[in-house]
């Protein structure tokens, strides 16, 4: 068991479940006797979702010490939120070598951490200029599926983060394994991570003065 690759999912509160369910069917469920998969929050516990009912995870910020894979999923607070103590886990983990991935806008914890500057990176189109305009270090392409950056990767939102799990489990295990995955979750084994999002004309990535959620990106 210790010789798996260990993927940690850090789940920050206001967590969208759907970018959570992605990460943890792949490297969870399907992904058994290939990863060992954990779920972390700031601290152990229940952690609040988007969607009203909480999510528990087993341990805290100390997870990811261990971590060959951090996995940071999408909130719908993602303009306001701020977790110094887990931008400061993520930062650590990557120097000590972990790959971070962020799903969506778990793109802005990575931020947080430093990881994003110098690197092109995407996040939901939505949320495309704000974090161009937070992070101007770093290339923001609001336009594309996933980015991998090699020890850094970054996806779109929802839908996305299927696929950059996917290219992950391609790229650790090959287009067989990747195949089976796809069988089973009933999605293409393989999308290019330089393909469109879907952006409506006109649409501004900017969040409203009267907005508080992220639902508009996800109707």
Not at 21 to 33: D, I, K, V, Y
Not at 102 to 123: K, P, W
Not at 140 to 155: A, F, K, M, N, Q
Request: with cysteine; glycine share 10%.
């Amino acid at each position: 068991m210790t010789d798996l690759h260990h993927v940690v999912v850090l789940a920050v509160p206001n967590t969208l479940l759907l970018d959570l369910a992605a990460p943890t069917q792949f490297f969870g469920e399907l992904g058994a006797g290939r990863y060992r998969f954990e779920l972390a929050g700031t601290m152990p516990g229940p952690i609040p979702t988007s969607t009203g009912f909480p999510v528990v995870a087993e341990r805290g910020l100390e997870a990811l010490a261990d971590a060959d894979t951090v996995v940071v999923p999408g909130v719908s607070d993602w303009d306001t939120a701020s977790y110094p103590k887990a931008a400061a886990a993520l930062a650590d983990a990557h120097e000590r070598g972990a790959r971070i991935m962020s799903i969506c806008t778990g793109a802005f914890l990575l931020g947080e951490a430093g990881l994003l500057d110098g690197r092109r990176v995407t996040t939901h189109w939505f949320a495309a200029e704000v974090l161009a305009q937070r992070y101007p270090s770093a290339t923001v392409e609001p336009d594309v599926l996933y980015i991998d950056e090699g020890s850094v990767l970054t996806s779109a939102g929802v839908g996305a983060g299927l696929d950059l799990c996917m290219h992950v489990v391609r790229s650790d295990h090959g287009a067989a394994v990747a195949a089976e995955f796809a069988r089973w979750t009933v999605i293409a084994p393989h999308r290019e991570g330089g393909q469109a999002q879907f952006v409506p004309g006109g649409a501004s990535y900017g969040r409203g003065a009267s907005d508080s959620t992220i639902e508009p990106a996800r109707t």
